[in-house]
């Protein structure tokens, strides 16, 4: 038999990975569950809940840092990368927790925050001591320029990115908190250290790793200035894919990956389509894939993420579209709407009032349909929402804290404006106790949380939702059943219908003879949609959609959110 030319390129370009075939869970340990009562999630929390994991269906965790950490930024400051700390538990529970999870057949994978350190570190410890200190070298020092910083780079945290030390009167680089000093990749030491950390960690038997801002690593020596943002400084990402990234990541792959059966993504804030292909090429040189972030910009203003403008569908089918062409064939895409950095992707692309449940599982299909692999953020499952936030006290994330004191002390906004932006986009949304039940602290903990509970934990529960079929839990179950089902989930290649459309996201995925159609609704209008030319009704069948009497026809209807697979029975 004649192969077809689409089912001859799949084989050759796109080879069968069970990391292509997963779904990732994101756990964020604060948040998750509490086993003891200090309304800290933890350790022992998450290995009670592992089978609910397992129930829902996802193959690998990929675990926020768990390390010992003073908490500047919630773990992303770490003072010691072979420690747990204290308030999540110890060792001995994190091995537990590891074999756990494996015998469920659950991998894990831990997050490798390396673009810097805690300033609590031994290694910074003794770099800030003196110019001659065996440690200086390890991050980035620098005299003052014309009696100011070093450049005008701004902190990802607000503020500018350098710090006076008055030990040694320099400055030392922090792209994020003054925590959180820069390392200095450039120095062989620095990565012979992190290459062994990681060596060890994959010893122990985790399975691989979320890479923190790894397009970050590699600053340009001469550290040029870069174009002023709202308030006065330059983009933290001023220093992105800067000249020898790709060779670290090789040497890393070289020294630390290669021969190991590992996951592997990096966080690479900053990154084009040109620089991802190289990152996350096929012939894993470097990493298996990225998290490239343009489609998470689509609701800034500008450059400034502090609005509460809502995104144009047709800018994000333009943006997912493009790393979906990309990519394809060359490199892997990884596919998510939230994370712990992200606002509640049903209160920022959906509609978490009216249609919470539809447009959630409109969003879930959307994302789930394409080529990559997918990344559940805890409670994006039940559907959680943003967070009814009072005043700047009940916010705990440093980046919205800070931003709120910079843009209303500099007259950027106003008080007002600037609490409706973080209700909005605060981080913080994604961050309380992840909503168990209907019980005191929605089931969390015992104890009164770090963060406040969503009120709306009554209505929005895994208790309620696993009891009842048609839950938005339910039907995140089904969409990864599916995936396990079909090829043409994973490996189909994808091609977008409608780019004007201002309403639908209607796309296609096409493996050999096989074909689904994907038409979502993203508002909440009712929509016709006519089927392609090369559909026919009677070959058509519902593959998963969110309401319960969807019915094929010519002319499609789709009611407000409506989501539908359509699967093409019996070939093109
Ligand atoms: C990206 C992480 O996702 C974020 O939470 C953190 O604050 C920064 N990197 C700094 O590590």
Known sequence: ?????????????????????????????????????????????????????????????WLSPVYQSPGDDNGYDISDYRAILEEFGTMEEFDRMLQAAHERGIRLVMDLVVNHTSDEHPWFVESRKSKDNPYRNY??????????????????????????????????????????????WDNPRVRDEVYDMMNWWLDKGVDGFRMDVISLISKKPELPDGKPGING??????????????????????????????????????????EAKKYARSDEKELNMVFQFEHMDVDADGTNKWSDKKMDLRDLKHIMTKWQKGLEGIAWNSLFWENHDQPRSVSRFGNDAEYWEESAKMLATCLHMMQGTPYIYQGEE?????????????????????????????????????????????????????????????????????????????????????????????????????????????????????????????????????????????????????????????????????????????????????????RKNGGK
């Not at 779904?23 to 800290?40: A, W």
Request: hydrophobic share 30%.
């Open 233 to 274: 400084y330059a983009s933290f990402n001023e220093p992105a894919n800067g000249p020898h990234v790709h060779e670290y990541l090789q040497e890393m792959r070289r020294r630390v990956l290669e021969g190991r059966d590992t996951i592997t993504v990096g966080e690479c804030s900053g990154v084009t389509l040109e």
């Open 1 to 61: 038999m004649v192969e077809s030319v689409e089912k001859k390129w799949w084989k050759e370009s796109v080879e069968k990975k069970w990391w292509k075939e997963s779904v990732v869970y994101q756990i964020y340990p604060r948040s998750f569950k509490d086993s003891n009562g200090d309304g800290i999630g933890d350790l022992n929390g998450i290995t009670e809940k592992l089978d609910y994991l397992k129930e829902l269906g996802v193959d690998v965790i």
């Open 382 to 566: 039940l559907g959680m929402t943003n967070v009814p936030f009072g005043d700047i006290s009940d916010f705990r994330d440093l980046d919205s804290i800070n931003a709120y004191r910079e843009l209303t002390g500099q007259g950027v906004f106003t008080p007002e404006e600037m609490l409706r932006y973080l209700r909005y986009k605060s981080r913080d949304n994604a961050r309380t106790p992840f909503q168990w039940s209907d019980e005191k602290y929605a089931g969390f903990s015992s104890g009164e949380p770090w963060i406040m509970v969503n009120p709306n934990y009554k209505k929005i529960n895994a208790r309620e939702q696993m009891m009842r079929e048609d839950s938005i839990f339910c039907y995140y179950q089904k969409l990864i059943r599916i995936r396990k089902q079909y090829d043409i989930v994973v490996y189909g290649t994808y091609d977008l219908l409608l780019p004007e459309d201002p309403e639908l996201y209607a796309y296609t995925r096409t493996l050999g003879e096989e074909q689904l159609l994907i038409v979502c609704n993203f508002y909440g209008n009712t929509r016709m949609f006519t089927l392609p030319d090369n559909w026919e009704l009677g070959k058509t069948e519902l593959m998963i959609g969110n309401y319960k009497d969807f019915k094929p026809e010519k002319e499609l209807v789709l009611r407000p959110y409506e989501a539908v697979v359509l």
């Open 139 to 184: 991050y980035i020092w620098r005299p003052a320029k014309e009696g100011k910083e070093p450049n005008n780079w701004g902190s990802c945290f607000s503020g500018s990115a350098w710090e006076y030390d008055d030990t040694t009167d320099m400055y030392y680089l922090h792209l994020f908190s003054k925590k959180q000093p820069d390392l200095n």
